[in-house]
């Protein structure tokens, strides 16, 4: 099984995510997103994968989020894209990616249905 995970080592729900990846026997492709993010059209396109809501992949705990003012009614998918796209520190972690499929695993358990 090919396994991805978008991962940051600072943030305890990606290590554990990665840890459950390992307890089950796989080694997965490990991207700091930080250092290597996706591109713009690669974000979007695993969001529209995951079927979920931009906004649900955003880090609305981030501070740049609120003072980008992401927060506010009529901000689009698309500028939140940007935002995300120009500041990966945006993208909420850990994304996981299978041959089952993608999805934010928050909490990390939901990988096990990736897995």
Partial sequence: ????I???????TSRNTLALIRAAGHEPRIVEYLKAPPSRTDLATMIKRM?????????KKEPLYEELGLE??????????DAMAANP????????E???GIRLCRPSELVKELL
């Fill in 1 to 4: 099984m090919t396994i991805t």
């Fill in 98 to 100: 299978t041959d089952k």
């Fill in 51 to 59: 079927g979920v809501p931009v906004r649900q992949v955003a880090r």
């Fill in 72 to 81: 506010k009614p009529g901000v689009t998918d698309d500028q939140i894209l």
């Fill in 6 to 12: 978008w991962h940051n080592p600072n943030c305890g």
């Fill in 89 to 96: 520190v945006l993208i909420n972690r850990p994304i996981v």
